[in-house]
């Protein structure tokens, strides 16, 4: 299976600043990498797919990166309803994996 | 708009089984494939298994092979998650979840299921 490591584990921002996660593949998955916002209580929102394409409804200051292994997810300016876990998954082969998750807080 | 509302929590004892339905709305239910997944209390999301909705094949993570089944009833837009000989690890929010074009993106989800596993 492909191991999803993602960097940091919890990251401490206020709104309007510009923060960056990242996330390392044990293989090299090309293109093949979403990133999922989860709020407290409420089911994960794919926000970028294919490592770089903004999913419908995500707003613009998202944005991905990244090809083989390593990956980042950029908030250009935090936004109060940003505040959230971040999940980066695989989508290169079955089984699918996750990172363990980080929290923007 | 698509729309996955899913059962409501369960509370179970060890060696028991739970069945988590998904019922969908705002698309053609038989023209994309569902997935379930789940997320332990604290942990990361782990993908559990699908379906195809249209011909009913399913694939589920190895681990689950054999305690897991996934069926749906095209004629009620809904999917269905049995998981039999419940263990305390298996306590988490199970979600269902809808690929619409590239395989492996799960776009949109369930609210969650909590299935808790206590004697």
């Known amino acids: 299976d492909i191991q999803m490591t993602q960097s940091p584990s919890s990251r401490s921002a206020s709104v309007g600043d510009r923060v960056t996660i990242t996330c390392r593949a044990s293989?090299?998955?090309?293109?093949?990498l979403n990133w999922y916002q989860q709020t407290p209580g409420k089911a994960p929102k794919l926000m970028i797919y294919?490592?770089?394409s903004l999913h419908s409804g995500a707003p613009s200051r998202f944005a991905g990166s990244g090809s083989g292994t390593d990956f980042s997810l950029t908030i250009t300016s935090l936004q109060p309803e940003d505040f959230a876990l971040y999940f980066c998954q695989q989508s290169y082969s079955t089984p699918w994996t996750f990172g363990q998750g980080t929290k923007v807080e | 708009q698509v729309h996955l509302v899913q059962s409501g929590a369960e509370v179970k004892k060890p060696g028991a089984s739970v069945r988590i339905s998904c019922k969908a709305f705002g698309y053609t239910f038989t023209v994309y494939t569902i997935h379930w997944l789940r997320q332990a209390p604290g942990q990361g999301l782990e993908w559990v298994g699908w379906i195809n909705a249209g011909n009913g094949d399913t694939k589920y993570l190895q681990k689950f092979q054999g305690r897991m089944t996934i069926t749906r009833d095209t004629s009620a837009n809904t999917a269905y998650m049995d998981l039999s000989s419940l263990r305390s690890e298996d306590t988490g929010i199970y979600f269902c979840?809808?690929?619409?074009?590239?395989?492996?993106?799960?776009?949109?989800w369930g609210q969650g299921a909590l299935v808790g596993v206590s004697s």
């Open positions: 979840a809808i690929t619409f074009a590239t395989a492996g993106n799960f776009d949109y």
């Open positions: 293989q090299n998955i090309a293109s093949y």
């Open positions: 294919g490592a770089s």
